[in-house]
């Protein structure tokens, strides 16, 4: 099970992460944000393609979602943390962190 304390280690722990406020979330980013925080530490959006935004959402829909918005088509995908697990999480993170990363985009 995740929460929100799982996210930011987790994210803080991936090479040039940052955390700063984004809106009324919490935006983690390394050349630009590849994950944010719901105030209430529930739930986070992810900056996945499309083609892995439909991947997770086929593989764990009690999870993911897409974002519901322009963003959403674009990839930004939610994901709710209590019944991710902890492998599920660092996954999402790190696949989103390559997006964000200009040294690791093309892994």
Sequence with gaps: ???GET??????SLDGT???PHFDRIAFRVARNYATLAPDG????FRFLPDEQAFKCMLLPAVFSPVPNAWGRQGWTQGLLE???EED?????????????PK????
Excluded: V, Y
Excluded at 42 to 45: R, Y
Excluded at 92 to 101: G, Q
């Design 1 to 3: 099970m995740a929460n």
């Design 7 to 12: 996210l930011r280690r987790i994210a803080l």
């Design 18 to 20: 940052t955390e700063r």
């Design 42 to 45: 529930l739930s986070a959006n």
């Design 83 to 85: 019944p991710m697990t």
């Design 89 to 101: 999480l660092e996954d999402a993170l790190e696949t989103a962190w390559r997006h964000a990363n």
């Design 104 to 107: 690791r985009r093309h892994r």
